[in-house]
């Protein structure tokens, strides 16, 4: 399994999917260019699933990860922390070497991304 989904992440997940219409839903996890630090992060709900894709299951939901984002995430935990301040998904890599402060933005070994300003 590519990444883990806390427990409190995975009751958020279950009741935004009571908002989705579609028959077949999959909640994506990769990573993308940019950010401060080169690579951010991309999280939420996909109707389809590609041939270069991995898909697994945890609690019942549908999780699907672009094969080639594997090695960059892997073993990474997202959990969903909610304060006085609303509530927000939290990612926590091990495969990162930097982070940003904001926490959305990260480097990778072997893996640079393009920069971009916060």
Do not use: H, W
């Not at 995430?73 to 091990?94: C, H, Y």
């Not at 904001?102 to 991304?113: I, L, R, T, Y």
């Amino acid at each position: 399994m590519a990444i883990n989904l806390t427990e409190s992440a995975t009751i958020q997940v279950q009741e935004m999917l009571k908002d989705e219409t579609a028959e077949e839903v999959y909640l994506r996890f990769g990573v993308k260019g940019g950010g401060c630090s080169g690579l951010s992060y991309k999280l939420g709900f996909d109707y389809e699933v590609n041939e270069t894709d991995r898909q697994f299951e945890q609690d019942g939901i549908s999780i699907v990860v672009a094969e080639m984002d594997v090695p960059i995430i892997e073993g990474t935990t997202v959990d969903f922390k909610q304060n006085m301040m609303g509530g927000g998904f939290t990612i926590d890599n091990p495969n990162a070497i930097v982070s940003c402060g904001c926490g959305s933005s990260f480097k990778a070994p072997n893996v640079e991304g393009q920069p971009e300003n916060c």
